[in-house]
């Protein structure tokens, strides 16, 4: 996809924006791990950790579910990645 047309998912998204499903990612929790970068799913709210974790918890949340679009869940950082397009949106 060009960096110049933009995202079809973003219209699959629902507004208004989930709510994080949980305070932290529940795998890494379950797995006595330290989150690294909370990502959130922007189609239901499901909170993950980034690639940086042996997990990769938001990645894997992405490959079961097909849900294409996330963002950050870092305080301060608003931007948002689509999967299936592999850029910023």
Known sequence: MSPSRPCPHLAELPD??????????????????RPVALRLCLHCGHVGCCDSTPGRWATEHHRQTGHA?????????????????QRLV
């Open 16 to 33: 208004p924006e989930p709510a994080p499903v949980t305070d932290g990612c529940r795998h890494c929790a379950e797995l006595g791990q």
């Open 69 to 85: 679009v996330m963002r950050s869940h870092e305080p301060g950082e608003s931007w948002r990645w689509c999967y299936e397009d």
